[in-house]
């Protein structure tokens, strides 16, 4: 470390009490120009900094893996920026304040290719489909959504295997199809008989 003034400045290390590291440049006593900060608590970020605070091109990995390649304001993420969730949810595009712009949500999704699929019990199956923009335009750069399936259940059900808790049976909508009577009910919801 350099000092002028009684002020770090120029290149050096700073470790904190708390186990903290950064690396990289200094201005009157703060990080200022390039350089690394990694947490005691396993974030990291490297990049620019301003004044003591992320500011321009960086990349910041959190503690759980996710991670953060784009613009910085002030140690917001801010402008264009790429945050790949440890899930594998990825988003693109602009943002706001930390925050993504609400005009930026999707609003609804389509099945992609056939509008009918058949689905035999027991069987598994897959579909495919585009996330949409409120304008109903395929939103682009964004994966890895994960979607809130719901689908029918005979009532009562007809494998006796699983079962549907008291609560959402009561207050599930029911409609009528083919096979009989069905409520709604999130799949994640329905739980193996114990």
């Given at each position: ?63 759980d893996g996710s ?43 389509a099945l992609v ?82």
């Amino acid at each position: 470390k350099q000092w002028y003034q009684r002020r770090v400045r120029g290149s050096g290390m700073l470790l904190s009490d708390s186990g903290d590291i950064f690396t990289g440049q200094f201005h009157l006593h703060k990080r200022h120009g390039d350089g690394e900060q990694v947490w005691a608590d396993g974030r990291k970020y490297e990049g620019g900094w301003v004044s003591d605070k992320p500011h321009g091109h960086g990349n910041m990995t959190f503690a759980d893996g996710s991670t953060y390649d784009g613009q910085f304001n002030h140690g917001m993420k801010q402008g264009q920026g790429t945050y790949v969730h440890c899930t594998g949810i990825t988003y693109s595009g602009l943002w706001i304040h930390d925050e993504i712009p609400p005009e930026e949500f999707a609003c609804g999704m389509a099945l992609v290719g056939a509008s009918e699929i058949e689905v035999f019990q027991g069987e598994p199956f897959s579909i495919e489909v585009a996330v949409l923009h409120s304008s109903g335009d395929v939103m682009e750069g964004d994966s890895g959504r994960v979607l809130q399936t719901k689908a029918g259940l005979l009532s009562p059900p007809a494998d006796k295997s699983t079962k549907v808790r008291p609560e959402l049976a009561d207050t599930a909508p029911t409609f009528t199809t083919p096979f009989g009577d069905v409520k709604l009910v999130n799949l994640a919801e329905v739980t193996p008989r114990t």
